[in-house]
């Protein structure tokens, strides 16, 4: 697959990089792990394997030959030469088409994966890039003009669904299925989103006032968010007696808050620990959906327990389990 533009900025991600926090590696990996799950099912990989996230403005690429590819998240529209190709199912391509990404006006990150995944070294369990260690992914940085990225082995167990589209393909550009992942089955992707989150280890040390405008008012994304992390203007908030804490675990969606009193809410590239008061922990399952924010947005927070986040989970791995069985049998008639 040849990179004829690569987009605002486009990297190699998987589930992350687990085990090396203690040695400060961080974890890194896709932002809305979601998206990147349920892409590389619809093409017969394991949930893991590595794809692209693209965000904001997506790259336009060229295959090289024929291959099963799908599209997922929010944001961005697709098209294969010229016509437009729909996300969140398994689409079929022939070789020498050009598949360009263009912005919409929601969303942030969209999802590419393919058949075999992108073939790059596992470096520490993980071909996640981190762009500040320069390591994992394409040479450990973003792609560019003129990269090749080339295609893993076919995947062990190829979807049913891949011979009839392979049959079907013909003189077209690229064929897919009549059906699609349903939207009853997405997080809940939308602009100024409502976070659920349940209490941070120091959220009872924050004022009344402040605890009230957390869950009450609205932050905005600020232009300075990246990878590691949002940060969030609004009321400032303020601890009752100021402290000084001993730094401690962290991890996606932490929501910390530093001396002058906006947020920041931690994500993919967060380091591993720190020092900041924590006023809360956004629900693993609304990660995908604050993913999906883009500068400019407003957010909330709606406080939830603990026991219901943990269903919540139970819930969507229900979902994942049922999506594999229905990929294993599922065949066009």
Not at 174 to 195: D, G, I, M, R, T
Not at 231 to 241: D, E, F, I
Request: charged share 20%; proline share 5%; with cysteine.
């Amino acid at each position: 697959m040849k990179v004829l533009h690569p987009g605002m900025l486009t990297t190699i991600q998987d589930l992350g990089r687990f085990g090396f926090q203690k040695f400060g590696v961080i974890v890194s990996g896709a932002m809305d792990p979601f998206a990147l799950r349920v892409a590389n099912l619809l093409v017969g990989n394991k949930e893991n394997t590595a794809a692209l996230e693209m965000t904001l403005a997506g790259p336009t690429l060229q295959f090289n030959k024929n291959c099963l590819i799908s599209i997922t998240g929010f944001g961005m529209n697709a098209k294969i030469n010229n016509e437009v190709v729909r996300h969140w199912r398994p689409v079929y391509v022939r070789a020498g088409s050009v598949l360009e990404f263009t912005p919409t006006t929601v969303g942030c990150r969209a999802y590419l994966a393919v058949e075999g995944g992108f073939a790059v070294p596992t470096i520490m369990g993980s071909t996640s890039t981190y762009l500040k260690a320069g390591i994992g992914g394409y040479n450990g940085r973003a792609i560019q003009t003129g990269d090749y990225l080339d295609i893993g082995q076919q995947a062990s167990a190829p979807l049913v669904i891949k011979e009839t589209l392979v049959s079907r393909l013909k003189e077209s550009s690229f064929v897919y299925p009549k059906w699609h992942v349903s939207s009853e089955f997405l997080p809940k992707y939308q602009p100024n989103p409502v976070l659920r989150v349940v209490k941070g280890n120091q959220f009872e040390d924050f004022t009344e006032e402040s605890r009230t405008a957390f869950l009450e008012g609205r932050f905005e994304v600020s232009s300075r968010s990246d990878r590691m992390g949002y940060r969030l203007s609004g009321q400032a908030l303020q601890l009752t007696n100021q402290v000084e804490l001993i730094s401690e675990a962290v991890t996606s969606g932490t929501v910390q808050v530093p001396s002058d009193g906006n947020p920041i809410l931690l994500l993919a590239d967060r380091q591993t620990i720190g020092g900041y008061p924590k006023i809360a922990q956004v629900v693993r399952v609304d990660l995908p959906i604050i993913a999906q924010a883009r500068p400019g947005e407003k957010v909330g927070f709606e406080l939830v327990t603990l026991e219901q986040a943990q269903k919540w989970i139970r819930e969507e791995e229900q979902s994942i389990k049922q999506l594999k069985t229905i990929l294993k049998h599922l065949s066009e008639r």
